[in-house]
């Protein structure tokens, strides 16, 4: 297909010979190397590359008067003439002839006395073909009564049509064969050639304004001037006068213009509408049936007629897969030969300040002409009187009309639809070829396709690079311009065949392969295409030198040599060429199809191989022609009609696949015969082929998979069409179901047509993967050159997820098992849950809005069908992306959202339960929504998604409280008004979900933005923001005047009521870690000030060893080292094994929590080992963690260690260790502190330490002392406890947990024994606080002494009434859990009484500080205070 | 027999400063012995290839053997590899001591971050920077065998302290809870937005193409600093210019510079690679436009201690000594007038280099079009 880039470069239109006055017509020769450009006087001639003028002629004026203005040219087939009809009705003939006295012949040479010597990578100064030296002479005229309105060459002579409806002949000479003359009153008009009446046209005044000659059609595609179309033809190519018929084209009365595509035997009239229409010739009645219609629909360009105009120009492209039209007002458009649109000039933004209206004025096109091989467009454009302002130091806009040459890049299965072009994204420029990257899904193409390299082809479908490989400057001087282009299968290898010869290149080593020797290049023209099999570029062409056609496999590793080659001699040209695994199959100018068999032979030093001819098929009775016929190819797949072969694994050419002008045939072999019973003899003589039966029409490309993928048989069976305005079609295999293959063995598949739209026209095909990929030329504003006609146009890529269509069209024709099948083997795919919102999406958006009742709803069978897999998730996110308007109809059928919801909770889909929020708030009463608000907050509370929670908390802030009281008439609105009546919406916050479109809570306004639907206008659109916005205007006036504070408080009481139940919930479980998490990322949650206020309820800790191990637990934090004294107690082999029992339980804890807990898990990993053992709970197979920073390596390897210095070391025996705390125990403590848990919990438990201490939850303050087991803070603690009023039972509590603690510490290594193994480890490591805890010994002294000399005063601030101390213990004894210990306590009090150390001196021992307590305490104030000022 | 296959899951290009990720699978294909391993490590090492020609480095300059890490195990990188090791990391241990049931397969991934500091891969005339990873396993009693994935390093400058890139302090949060939602900028994320930052259009440049007898041209480039990948897009209008031009080109070019020191010739020139060429005949083109696309293969310009590499656009405008010949307006009405090419055009060349700046693209792209293997077997 045909994409323009760049911009249009323009020419010097300028004559030399001085006339300015307008360019009025541009004409091609027919092999499109000359370029005839007609001003009303001059005639110049240019060459095509380069683009330079040869020669002009200027008429004399005299000539002017007598004979008329320029109007239009024709060249004679052989280049030798131009016949120029002027506007008196006279046709002028020149003579081109080259003007051999010139040195060479040709111009331009280019001559330098060049100082230095020859330079590398220099310009070469004569490289290409020389610009031949024409002349031109006027050699005859003759005159046309009436006047010309249009001419066609017609072998040797002209076609003239003239005013007074006559088609006369006239030879070169200007004398007109007048015995030839056709009246266009005798010729008898019909609807076809065979039934219908002909009858002839009744005004004498019409005559034949257009016409287009087309010798393969065998006739006249001709414009009459009453606005009529029709083809004339005649039963021989004479076209005697009596021999002439004309055919109606139906259905058309305003043409103005038309254009022959004679490949696919199509006609395409031009209309006043602005419209095209392109008929089929039908070889069987000979009547012309409206294949496709050109419009450019109001979604591409609204008013398109009215701006537009009428249709001026049709061109084909020269190889008749493209067509150019250009509008008598302006604009240019580009079609598919079946009618797809490619590009169009209203479309494309213009760079700047040019509005539309001028830029398509700027783009009046006056007459335009292919390039050789379509990679230029001629155009004569035609400026408007006032030109567009133009840019300050410019000179104001060009005196001449310009001649603009716009250059385009082609697919190369645009004349070369080889195997190897259909898999990769492939195209051709004038200089350059354009190729998907391919490598970043280099396993697509393996039978087994793995997930991840299936993310990787996302990732690649998203990356808009090309891959481009300049061509050789040194081929394309001689060989311009380049025809065929062809990859190999893996896209690594790339060969191109221009004029003469081929060249290929590998991109691995970036080289290109010219013949070294250049005879061989020039004696070789690459007639048939170019295909590469394995390793060897296989060539249908022309032996220039031999005369005869040939083909030809060159090795690719050796040189491009014909010594290298392996030759094979063919009989007649060959048109098409192509591969199927190891067969060449063939298309011969005689309308013969031959098939080859291909062996590769290792031969020392090159590689060959050996050709042999296997078969021969006559198709010459099914194709017009054998250039009709556009691909041509082998295939494994079948009609369901007939037998089927024996099954097997890798299944033989089935069929011939031939597309004859867009009917695509399909020849399949005979199996009926008797050969079936010997299948020997059938393997040694390949069966004959069956008469075609026609799979499709209208078949631009066809995509076959190459390659089998036993898990999508379905995808990679199928046969896929490019149809261009009906789109694309799949021809689908069906399989029946298992059971009943057994039943009925060899039973083949059924095959269904499916036809669907998509929204780029596709290119290359992904079979696995579910996408099409195809390119388009997008525009790009560049301020640079705001006096372009035309933006500058980049080559991008597009893709189109398909397999929505597919599904929705099988569930249409009640397929749905077959549906299911597909959809089942393509949940790998990373869009698959898109595919399934698509496909509801599509199928919602067109019945909830159909006008009339649909009388079989697909949509049920759409949720049914979706139901199989993630239906909550895509239900919500297809609501969420759907107007509102059509929600009432969506959930008729899915079922309540309420339901939904619900559902979405007990499943712990918790962020989908938000998306069905939404739906709920807009379809329920506010009072609904909230409540379902609140029960997913404590959801997600509960399950720590702090996120959603935090949005659910902005949400019921900001639901309006006034709505929730009249909520009737509100819902009603809503339902009216859908995108208005969204919520008032999140008043003060900020961009609320940062994740785009996973996001729960969009902005109504983004939401609808992003909606899938694009039928509406933008005009609706506007008036549907603005009213939003109005909307909203009033709702949040509402709110201020009904805003009243004690709503809004009540309202936060309620959140806060939820939160602090929460909050309390987890301190109740000592989660302490998640409150934190909870409070820091719920906005304005004022932790400090609910702590303080719980104090004495939830934030009292009554099981200090729970509590402590909750802590070690959530932090990560590791237990305190056992002493070599527990360790000697047990065997090595249990310790080891303990130790990997509790990294299990370890790690299972983590995984089980869902969220990344370790705060060393985001970070990179060092090295991690993962078995694919299964029995992973062995003992050797040990999963090592993440380490978490630099200093705490793993778990296992700083235990290890640890407990090996400890041996080495003192030998701190437990028994050992006194009761005194002596100094050096202390230091020895601060080391084992350097063994701490990770840098981020040690941050988290300091700052929480913090907060628990300015709430004066002391108790929790202690215990993260403890875990952080750093004295200096239990002094703090202890201080504060002292120095405070703290409430006296508070202190006592922690007294006491401080020797509960104790006790443990002390006391249950001795339960080890009746304790399962995985525990083991945690006690055992547990044990080693007993140092700790006799550290700071002194402190539980200070603690003591507090509660005893409890200061009157101190009793009064804290509660009404004064108990003693005594009674406090009391009451809490009574307290069940710490009953049975209370008989303990005295005796440990007593225990530890022994040595009572003050503050200051424990503070001077440690040595960690040389400040006195009051100073220490100093520095807590100040601490606390700053740390105040940074959480505010 | 142990199979050892290396591969780069992601992708075979990265920037300096990420963090690359192998995955080293270990099988015993043997049918019935148990195959026991030493130890298998991984390192990551630059091979600096350097034309003795041309280059001498100074001593101090290169990383002797005693400076790589690792270097007095058996485990040895570099061992058989041409040239120098500009850079070499840490080895990590993959194992010690593994036992391999028939049959069995193990799979580790060796991660490691490829210092900032770190030169491109880059592959000239005369110096060839080349990056592996290197496994090497050792069976009892067998000698070390190595296995080498090669990969590509992109780098982009100004990434050497990436946190002035981060969103700045006080909008932090300093509770520590909140670290699970705030988003840290990954390197390639950031490098992203620095090259997006310095190639991202700016003012369109015009340059007036004057001789000494008139002005030949405008050139106008509509940027100066490009990725790899990009295609250079300028225009040329020669409807301004006095002096007719006949034919134009553009090639796009790299210069390798040796820095002086590390010169072994004085007089040494630069290495000049020529990469894509846009080439026209324009004696009566008004205006045109190129489009020169720079392979995504090409390494981004970047300057080390011993070369700096440069990029730049090379024109040659020929441009003829006399105007086109032009016929005088017709005498009388009835006379016609022909004017015809020139036969000859006497013509000189006028060349010109204009300096821009290339960096690297996303590593991400470069990927799809490397050949680089991205798995490596080898047998232990």
């Known amino acids: ?1432 | 027999m142990v199979e050892v296959v290396a591969s780069l899951p992601d992708r075979s290009v990265y920037l300096a400063g990420e963090t690359i990720e192998c995955n080293v699978t270990f099988t015993n294909v043997s049918q019935k012995l148990t195959v026991k391993l030493g130890w298998a490590s991984a390192q990551i090492h630059c091979q600096c290839s350097m034309s003795e020609t041309r280059v001498i480095v100074p001593k101090n300059a290169q990383l002797t053997t005693s400076d790589i890490p690792g270097n007095r195990t058996t485990f040895v990188p570099s061992r058989g590899e041409k040239g120098s090791t500009a850079l070499s990391t840490k080895p990590a241990i993959l194992f010690c001591d593994l036992n391999l049931a028939p049959g069995e397969s193990q799979t580790f991934t060796y991660r490691e971050t490829i210092p900032r500091e770190a030169p491109p891969s880059f592959r000239g005339t005369a110096i060839k920077y080349s990056y592996k990873v290197t496994v090497g396993a050792q069976r009892f009693n067998c000698p070390t065998k190595l296995l080498r994935v090669p990969f590509r390093v992109l780098v982009v400058p100004g990434l050497h302290d990436i946190s002035v890139y981060q969103e700045p302090d006080d909008l932090k949060p300093n509770n520590p809870f909140q670290r699970l939602q705030r988003k840290e900028n990954t390197l390639l994320e950031v490098a992203m937005e620095v090259l997006q930052a310095i190639t991202c259009r700016k003012g369109p440049s015009f340059y007036n193409i004057t001789n000494s007898k008139g002005k030949v041209a405008r050139f106008c480039l509509l940027k100066q600093a490009f990725r790899i990948g990009d295609d250079i897009i300028g225009t040329c209008d020669f409807s301004c210019g006095t002096i007719p031009c006949a034919k134009f080109s553009v090639t796009l070019q790299t210069e390798e510079i040796i820095t002086e020191e590390c010169r072994r010739k004085n007089s040494q020139s630069s290495m000049v690679t020529s990469y894509s060429r846009h080439e026209e005949f324009c004696l009566q083109t008004q205006r045109t436009h190129i489009s020169v696309p720079i392979p995504l293969t090409a390494a981004p310009g970047f300057l080390t201690d011993i070369m700096q590499l440069k990029w730049r656009l090379h024109f040659e405008f020929i441009t003829c000594k006399a105007p086109l010949p032009e016929v005088d307006a017709p005498c009388s009405a009835s006379e016609s007038v022909s004017w015809q090419g020139p036969s000859q055009l006497d013509v000189e060349t006028m060349v010109w280099d204009l300096p821009i700046r290339v960096f690297a693209t996303n590593p991400m792209y470069a990927t799809s079009v490397s050949l680089l293997k991205q798995d490596v077997m080898c047998l232990v």
């Not at chain 1, 039934?195 to 595609?221: K, N, W």
């Not at chain 1, 909550?872 to 959930?891: D, G, I, N, P």
């Not at chain 1, 509100?970 to 208005?980: D, G, I």
Request: proline share 5%; with cysteine; aromatic share 8%.
């Open chain 1, 1 to 1432: 297909m045909y994409f323009p880039v760049g911009w249009a470069k323009q020419l010097n239109a300028a004559q030399p010979t001085g006339d300015a006055r307008p360019l009025v017509h541009i004409c091609s020769n027919q092999d499109r190397l000359l370029f005839a450009v007609l001003t009303h006087s001059s005639i110049s001639i240019w060459y095509c590359k380069p683009a330079v003028q040869i020669v002009c002629f200027r008429r004399s004026d005299n000539s002017v008067v007598e004979f008329g203005m320029n109007v239009c040219a024709k060249w004679k087939p052989d280049s030798s003439m131009i016949a120029i009809v002027t506007s008196k009705g006279y046709i002028l003939f020149y003579q081109v002839e080259v003007e051999l006295s010139k040195k060479n012949a040709s111009l331009y040479i280019q001559k330098e006395e060049r100082s230095f010597g020859g330079k590398q990578d220099s310009i070469e100064l004569n490289n290409s073909d020389c610009i031949p030296a024409l002349k031109l002479s006027q050699v005859a005229y003759s005159q046309v009564p009436g006047g010309v309105t249009s001419l066609v060459c017609l072998r040797e002579e002209l076609m003239v049509a003239t005013r007074r409806g006559l088609l006369q002949r006239i030879h070169w000479d200007g004398i007109v064969n007048s015995d030839m003359t056709i009246e266009l009153s005798s010729i008898p008009f019909s609807a076809d050639l065979q039934h219908s009446r002909a009858s002839m046209l009744d005004d004498r005044g019409i005559y034949v304004s257009r016409q287009d000659y087309s010798p393969l059609l065998g006739g006249f595609a001709v414009v009459l001037s009453n606005g009529r179309a029709a083809f004339i033809t005649a039963n021989t190519l004479k076209f005697e006068p009596s021999n002439i018929v004309g055919v109606w084209a139906q259905e058309v009365t305003e043409a103005t213009t038309a254009a022959i595509n004679h490949k696919y035997t199509l006609m395409a009239f031009g209309c006043q509408n602005a419209e095209g229409i392109v008929y089929h010739l039908d070889e069987l009645t000979g009547a012309l049936l409206v294949s496709h219609r050109l419009v450019v629909s109001s979604k591409e360009f609204p008013d398109a007629q009215t701006i537009c105009g009428a249709v001026s120009e049709l061109k084909w492209t020269p190889d008749g897969t493209a067509l150019a039209m250009v509008w008598r007002k302006g604009g240019f458009s580009l079609w598919s030969v079946f009618g797809a649109l490619l590009v169009h000039s209203m479309g494309v933004e213009s760079g700047g300040s040019i509005s539309d209206d001028l830029n398509t004025q700027l783009l009046r096109i006056q007459s335009l002409e292919w390039g050789c091989e379509g990679y230029h467009l001629w155009l004569l454009t035609d400026r408007p009187d006032n030109p567009s302002p133009s840019p300050p130091g410019k000179p104001s806009a060009d005196p001449h009309p310009a001649l603009h040459q716009l250059n385009f890049v082609k697919s190369a299965l645009a004349l070369n639809p080889c195997a190897g072009n259909h898999e990769h994204l492939f195209l051709q420029g004038e200089d350059k070829l354009y190729l998907n990257p391919e490598e970043g899904m280099p396993h697509l193409h393996k039978s087994s396709a793995l997930p991840d390299s299936l993310a990787a082809a996302a990732a690649f479908i998203g990356n808009k690079q090309w891959q481009i490989v300049p061509l050789p400057h040194t081929y394309l001087a001689h060989n311009w311009p380049i025809r065929f282009a062809a990859v190999n299968a893996a896209g690594h290898c790339v060969a191109i065949a221009g004029k003469t010869g081929l060249a290929h290149y590998a991109l691995y080593s970036r080289k290109w392969k010219l013949f070294g020797n250049e005879t061989q290049e020039r004696d070789m023209i690459v007639t048939g295409g170019l295909i590469w099999w394995k390793d060897f570029v296989c060539t249908a062409c022309y032996n220039l030198l031999d005369q005869r056609d040939e083909i030809r496999f060159y090795p690719r590793d050796s040189k491009l040599d014909n010594t290298f080659a392996h030759i094979v001699r063919v009989p007649s040209q060959i048109m098409l060429i192509n591969t199927f695994r190891d067969l060449l199959i063939v298309l011969c100018a005689d309308c013969h199809i031959m098939i080859y068999s291909i062996l590769r032979v290792n031969v020392q030093p090159n590689p060959t191989v050996q050709v042999s001819k296997i078969q021969e098929v006559a198709i010459g009775n099914f194709i017009p022609h054998p250039a009709n016929v556009v691909a041509l190819t082998l295939t494994s797949i079948r009609t369901d009609t007939g037998p089927a072969s024996a099954p097997s694994d890798i299944p033989d050419a089935e069929s011939i696949v031939v597309n004859v002008a867009g009917r695509l045939l399909l020849f399949q072999r005979d199996r009926s015969g008797p050969q079936l019973k010997s299948p020997k003899e059938a393997k040694d003589r390949p069966l004959p082929f069956c008469s075609p039966v026609m799979v499709a029409s209208a078949v631009e490309s066809m995509w076959l998979c190459n390659h089998r993928n036993g898990r999508k048989q379905h995808l990679t069976e199928a046969l896929w069409l490019c149809c261009g305005a009906a789109g694309v079609k799949v021809w689908l295999p069906l399989y029946p179901k298992e059971e009943q293959q057994n039943k009925k063995r060899g039973f083949m598949s059924k095959r269904i047509m499916i036809p669907f739209h998509v929204d780029i026209y596709p290119l290359a095909l992904l079979f696995e993967a579910g996408i099409m990929l195809g390119a388009s030329s997008e525009s790009l504003s560049y301020n640079a050159s705001n006096d372009e006609i035309w933006p500058y146009l980049q080559l991008e890529r597009t893709s189109h997820v398909y397999l929505h269509h597919i599904l929705r069209q099988l569930l249409k024709r009640h397929l749905g098992v077959h549906a299911l099948e597909i959809a089942r083997t393509c949940t790998d795919l990373p869009y698959f849950l898109h595919v399934l919102e698509l496909l509801l999406h599509e199928v919602l958006e067109e019945e909830a809005t159909s006008k009339e009742p649909i009388p079989d709803p697909l949509l049920p069978r759409v949720v049914a069908f979706v139901e199989e897999f993630d239906f909550l998730q895509t239900v919500a996110h297809c609501a969420r992306k759907s107007e509102v308007a059509l929600w009432q109809y969506l959930f008729s059928i899915v079922g309540t959202p309420k339901d939904l919801f619900e559902e979405c909770l007990l499943e712990g889909k918790l962020e989908t339960a938000a998306s069905y929020l939404i739906i709920l708030q807009n379809l329920e009463q506010p009072i609904v929504a909230r409540q379902h608000a609140t029960l997913l907050l404590d959801a997600a509370l509960e399950h720590r998604h702090w996120d959603l929670a935090r949005d659910l908390v902005r949400f019921l802030g900001a639901i309006d409280p006034s709505e929730a009281e009249c909520p009737h008439n509100v819902v009603k609105n809503r339902l009216a008004s859908a995108p208005a009546m969204y919520p008032t919406g999140f008043p003060s916050a900020p961009p609320v979900s940062p994740q785009g479109n996973d996001g729960t809570f969009v902005r109504p306004n983004a939401a609808r933005s992003r909606s899938l639907s694009n039928a509406e206008t933008s005009s609706k659109e506007k008036s549907k923001l603005i009213r939003t916005d109005s909307m909203e205007n009033k709702l949040r006036l509402r709110r201020s005047s009904s805003g009243h504070k004690d709503e809004v408080s009540a309202d936060h009481f309620f959140i806060d009521v939820i939160l602090n139940r929460h909050a309390r919930k987890l301190l109740g479980v000592y989660r302490i870690r998640d409150l934190a998490c909870f409070a820091a990322n719920l906005e304005d949650y004022q932790l400090v000030g609910w702590l303080r206020k719980e104090q004495v309820r939830a934030a009292r800790v009554e099981d200090f060893v729970a509590a402590l191990k909750r802590l070690h637990e959530d932090f990560l934090w590791p237990m305190p080292v056992l002493t070599l004294g527990a360790l000697q107690r047990i065997s090595s082999t249990t310790s080891l094994s303990c130790q990997t029992a509790r990294l299990v339980d370890q790690m299972e804890d983590l995984n089980g929590d869902g969220v990344c807990k370790g705060p060393g898990m985001g970070r990179p990993l060092g090295l991690t080992r993962t078995s694919t053992m299964e029995s992973s709970l062995s003992t050797s197979d040990v999963q090592l963690r993440p380490p978490s920073s630099f200093e705490d390596v793993s778990h296992t390897t700083t235990e290890v260690s640890d407990t090996s210095s400890f041996m080495e070391g003192d030998s701190a025996d437990s028994s050992s260790i006194s009761d005194s705390n002596c100094l050096s125990e202390l230091e020895q403590l601060s080391h084992e502190l350097a063994n701490r848990g990770p840098h981020q919990s040690e941050v988290e438990l300091r700052y929480l330490f913090q907060i628990v201490l300015e709430a004066g939850c002391l108790e929790w303050a202690l215990l993260i002392a403890l875990v952080l087991r750093d004295a200096m803070a239990i002094v703090r603690t202890v201080n504060t406890a002292s120095l405070t009023h703290t409430p006296i039972d508070m202190v006592g509590r922690m007294r006491e947990g401080l020797s509960y603690l104790e006790l443990w510490a002390n006391t249950e290594w001795y339960l080890i024994c009746s304790v399962i193994q995985p525990l083991i480890l945690r006690f055992l490591c547990s044990f080693g606080y007993k140092p700790f805890m006799q550290a700071i010994a002194g402190q539980v002294k200070q603690l003591e002494k507090i509660v005893e000399s409890n200061p009157p005063s101190r009793m009064q601030l804290t509660s009404s009434g004064t108990p003693s101390p005594r009674q406090r213990t009391v009451s809490m004894s009574s307290d069940a859990s710490a009953l049975e210990e209370e008989a303990d306590c005295p005796e440990r009090q007593l225990s530890m009484e022994r040595d009572v150390t003050p503050l200051a001196d424990d503070l001077a021992e440690q040595g960690e500080d040389d400040t006195d307590g009051s100073a220490a305490v100093d520095n807590l104030v100040r601490e606390s205070s700053s740390y105040e000022c940074a959480i505010s």
